[in-house]
Nanobody, 120 residues
Framework: QVQLVESGGGLVQAGGSLRLSCVAS????????VGWHRQAPGKQRELVAL???????NYEDSVKGRFTISRDNSKNTVYLQMNGLKPEDTAVYFC??????????????WGKGTQVTVSS
């Protein structure tokens, strides 16, 4: 069974930084596109940043210039560096990855999330 585990969330003051990590483990042959999503209370989950297997990145408009997504395939890990944090960035952040598993099937896997709280 493949698992995604997020870490790095916490409480930070406005203007501060956090780096989130998403580590995949289990019977993995290849990791494709990976996205960081967030869900604030009472709001729908939204895609914040995406990185493809070819290292193409894409960002939601409100985080462009502040967040950077990257990946280390040797560690099965994707990062989200968040700078210039704002109170409106407060949410639970989830990792989602397209994974080719040892069964030779592709699956979309989600982590359980990590809380990010930005105080004003």
């Amino acid at each position: 069974q493949v698992q995604l585990v997020e870490s790095g969330g916490g409480l930070v003051q406005a203007g501060g930084s956090l780096r989130l990590s998403c580590v995949a483990s289990g019977m993995i042959r290849k990791i494709g596109d990976v996205g960081w999503h967030r869900q604030a209370p009472g709001k729908q989950r939204e895609l914040v940043a995406l990185i493809t297997s070819g290292l193409v990145t894409n960002y939601e408009d409100s985080v462009k210039g502040r967040f950077t997504i990257s990946r280390d395939n040797s560690k099965n890990t994707v990062y989200l560096q968040m700078n210039g944090l704002k109170p409106e960035d407060t949410a639970v952040y989830f990792c989602n990855a397209q994974i080719l598993e040892r069964t030779s099937n592709w699956y979309s896997r989600w982590g359980k999330g990590t809380q990010v709280t930005v105080s004003s």
